[in-house]
């Protein structure tokens, strides 16, 4: 959800509120994409690396995070599936409580799932990863040679999500910002300046469209 800041300084306004009309965008575009029959939409919506921006806006985003997990009770009425990823033990127990609830309650709906990465890093989670791994070989359970690509994805924050098809970043930056590494190794990417407040409806169906279009082989021929 790239360029909340910068669309707000364009209105000579301070960044909060480019971050206030981002999560307003959220909500639409995560209802069109329902619409269109996506099952799988995975917002990057705080990195472990985002603690280095100045408090006032690092609380400006947890207060935003608050407020729309409580508003995620519409989308639970739309049925559905919540999922958090990332490292949340960085997060307050109010939040965490508000997240595993949020997780819980949908956990029975499959329409669509909807993920929200939150103090996610993806080199952050390879070390999860690695770490689990450590533990199993320690414990007996496996031997080292057990880590396989199957082994390893099974400890993955999203363990039991698929991998991912497109890769959207609006903003105007054409990079991953360590997102999603693993899972996006085939992944289709789709840039575009359009910053992420403005990113609209037609935007969605526009990148859908360039990525049906796109040949994918997967390292085959
Ligand atoms: C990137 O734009 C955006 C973020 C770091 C935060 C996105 C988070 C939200 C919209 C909060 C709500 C989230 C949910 C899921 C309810 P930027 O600040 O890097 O913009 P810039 O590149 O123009 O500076």
Redesign the pocket.
Known sequence: ?????????KRGLP?KF??????K???KISRHAKALGIKYIT?????TE?WK?PQD?VDA?MD??D???D??DGFLKEEFRIRFIGDLSKFTPKLREKMRQKEELSAKYDSITMI?A?NYGGRDELAHAARLAAEDVKAGLIAPEDITEDYLQKKLYTEDIPNVDLIIRP?G?QRLSNFLIWQSAYAEYYFTDT??PDFSKNDLEKAVEVYCERNRRFGGV
């Open positions: 959800m790239d360029g909340n800041g910068r669309w707000a300084k960044r480019g971050h206030r009309e981002g999560a965008n959220f909500k917002y990057y919506a705080f990195s985002n921006r806006e985003l935003l995070f407020k729309y997990l508003q995620i929200i939150a903003g930056e910053l992420w």
